[in-house]
């Protein structure tokens, strides 16, 4: 994805995760830059955008997240928001045909697919979307990081049996961003809620 479609398709994540109230509220310039920084920042440019080579890193920092108390602290709260982003971006990548070999494999025609993609983001419902993955989610069946896991890989499995289009790929790609972010937002906060052992 080109980094106007990451931001259209994070914006519309968070849209939908701060229509709950229970969902944590996170700053949304942080997370549309972290939703854009593997695109730019050395720190995380050379991972690949690729599930088979990075699921098992996005799920060490969903896990990271996801086991932190959403922080108070404003430089805490913005560096949290951020590496959200950055777990949606990988996540939403993943859910992209030039991200799965599903199309040639040459650099030009990656980013014609990615400049389509982008424009026929901006024609689709994309909050509409994002909202209706989020109530697509029944309470507490992401319980832990394994469930998240269980639920992307079946969502991966569908796309791939899907035939290949850029609205397939913004449906799925918001399904799995909107899956994660809300399991993160919801174990921090349920991290905080907690009682100390």
């Given at each position: 994805?080109?980094?106007?479609?990451?931001?259209?398709?994070?914006?519309?994540?968070?849209?939908?995760?701060?229509?709950?109230?229970?969902?944590?509220?996170?700053?949304?310039?942080?997370?549309?830059?972290?939703?854009?920084?593997?695109?730019?920042?050395?720190?995380?440019?050379?991972?690949?955008?690729?599930?088979?080579?990075?699921?098992a890193?996005?799920?060490?920092?969903?896990?990271?997240?996801?086991?932190?108390?959403?922080?108070?602290?404003?430089?805490?709260?913005?560096?949290?928001?951020?590496?959200?982003?950055?777990?949606?971006?990988?996540?939403?990548?993943?859910?992209?045909?030039?991200h799965?070999?599903?199309?040639?494999?040459?650099?030009?025609?990656?980013?014609?697919?990615?400049?389509?993609?982008?424009?026929?983001?901006?024609?689709?419902?994309?909050?509409?979307?994002?909202?209706?993955?989020?109530?697509?989610?029944?309470?507490?069946?992401?319980?832990?990081?394994?469930?998240?896991?269980?639920?992307?890989?079946r969502?991966?499995?569908?796309?791939?049996?899907?035939p290949?289009?850029?609205?397939?790929?913004?449906?799925?790609?918001?399904?799995?961003?909107?899956?994660?972010?809300?399991?993160?937002?919801?174990?921090?906060?349920?991290?905080?809620?907690?009682?100390?052992?």
């Amino acid at each position: 994805m080109l980094s106007g479609t990451h931001q259209r398709v994070g914006l519309a994540i968070l849209s939908a995760l701060q229509s709950r109230s229970e969902v944590c509220k996170i700053s949304v310039d942080d997370f549309l830059f972290g939703c854009i920084q593997p695109d730019f920042s050395l720190g995380v440019f050379y991972t690949p955008h690729i599930k088979e080579k990075s699921f098992a890193f996005v799920l060490r920092a969903i896990a990271e997240l996801a086991n932190n108390v959403l922080p108070i602290d404003n430089t805490a709260r913005e560096t949290f928001a951020t590496r959200l982003g950055v777990v949606i971006h990988f996540l939403t990548d993943f859910f992209c045909a030039v991200h799965n070999q599903r199309q040639d494999d040459s650099l030009p025609l990656h980013f014609a697919y990615e400049a389509n993609l982008h424009l026929v983001s901006r024609t689709m419902p994309l909050d509409t979307l994002a909202q209706e993955s989020l109530t697509e989610l029944k309470h507490g069946t992401l319980a832990t990081v394994g469930d998240l896991e269980s639920h992307l890989e079946r969502l991966h499995r569908r796309y791939l049996a899907t035939p290949m289009s850029p609205q397939a790929d913004l449906r799925f790609a918001l399904a799995a961003g909107t899956a994660a972010a809300y399991y993160v937002c919801s174990a921090s906060i349920r991290a905080a809620v907690q009682p100390a052992a």
